[in-house]
Each structure stands twice: as structure tokens, then as C-alpha cells.
């Protein structure tokens, strides 16, 4: 096994017992399941404990995975349902979100636009958390994990059509509440989305 062998293949020598196979594809997709779980969640302590049970749930899950099926999608698909399951249980929203992620503002900038921008960051960050669970999926998926629509219909396993919808009525409600920061920005730049694409 190398780090080229592909997903089918890691599932396969999996099933067939061997746990080198596993840990390659948490290596493979932990990254990605903690970034979703932390935009899902707002919280890192909280994106560790939905990452820890993502792939808790894996090792039972990949026994029965269809390989018509993409891993990644999959694995899109089960840290969305982790992490919408951990904020019902939670019942209490973060109005600011801890993003252990440092933000990685351009070598020039002087400490005056690097806090202007940390701020405009925790801003969208406590934004988005403010969204309805299924607006919040969309946005994460779409535009922070760059799925196209299909991808995330798939994921969440609704139609393209409602996809696209709930982006557009997420995207309607950031603009609600970021729209002061469209002050300081030409016109043509979208503040909300400018942070949220940020990583």
C-alpha cells in the first residue's frame, strides 16, 4: 500500500482485515472530516469529538460501503450527520467559534490589516454559525470543501434543486448580516464569501 492506492483498494485489504488499510484512509481524510465538523460545530474541542466519532463509525461502516459510492462523499455525508447529531445534543449555539486554523493573512500586510482581517474572519465565522443547520451544511460543503451541487446532494442526499436553493438563501442571510463589512470593499468583492473560502 502506498499513498496512491486507491480508496476501493483501502476498503478492500480493510474488510479483509488488514488495519494498515484503515489507518491510510484516516490519514487520507481526517483533515477534511475535522475542517467540515469545525465549520459544522464552531468549536474544536467539539470538531475532535465529531472527528473521533466519524471514523469510530467508519470502521463499522466501511464492512458494508457500496464502492459504486466516493469515499470522500461518503465520508462528506457522515461527518455532516455527526456533527448536525453532536449540535441537537448540545442545544446551545456559539456565537464565536474557536477556528484552531490559524488565519494566514499575505506576507505584507502589518499588524493593523492582519486584525482588521482576524476580525472580519470571527465575524463570518460567527455568522455562520447563526445559519439554520441545513443552510450551514450547503455553505460548508459548497463553498469551504469546493463540492459542486451534485456532490452535495449526494452528500446530504437531497436533490440538486434544493441544494442550489438552500445555497442561495444561505448566501441572502450572510449578506444580511455581514453587509457592513461591504463598507470598506469595492462592490464587486463578497465579503462572506471571501472569509468563508479562506483556509
Do not use: C
Request: aromatic residues 4%.
Amino acid at each position: 500500500m502506498t499513498a496512491d492506492t486507491p480508496d476501493v483498494e483501502l476498503v478492500e485489504q480493510y474488510r479483509a482485515g488488514d488495519a494498515r488499510a484503515f489507518d491510510m484512509i484516516v490519514d487520507r481524510y481526517e483533515r477534511r472530516v475535522y475542517a467540515i465538523a469545525l465549520r459544522m460545530s464552531g468549536d474544536a474541542e467539539d470538531a475532535r469529538d465529531i472527528t473521533q466519532n466519524v471514523f469510530v463509525s467508519a470502521m463499522r461502516g466501511l464492512r458494508t460501503f457500496r464502492e459504486q459510492a466516493q469515499l470522500g462523499t461518503w465520508f462528506h455525508r457522515i461527518t455532516v450527520n455527526a456533527s448536525l447529531d453532536h449540535l441537537r445534543k448540545q442545544k446551545r449555539r456559539r456565537a464565536a467559534p474557536l477556528d484552531e486554523v490559524a488565519e494566514r493573512p499575505a506576507e505584507g500586510p502589518g499588524p493593523e490589516d492582519r486584525a482588521v482581517s482576524a476580525t472580519r474572519a470571527a465575524e463570518v465565522r460567527a455568522a455562520l454559525a447563526t445559519l439554520s443547520e441545513d443552510h450551514r451544511a450547503v455553505l460548508v460543503l459548497h463553498d469551504l470543501q469546493d463540492l459542486d451541487y451534485a456532490q452535495v446532494a449526494e452528500a446530504l442526499d437531497i436533490p440538486v434543486g434544493t441544494v442550489k436553493s438552500r445555497i442561495h438563501r444561505a448566501r441572502l442571510e450572510m449578506a444580511k448580516l455581514l453587509g457592513h463589512l461591504r463598507e470598506d470593499r469595492p462592490m464587486e468583492q463578497d465579503p462572506a464569501r471571501d472569509h468563508l473560502t479562506e483556509r
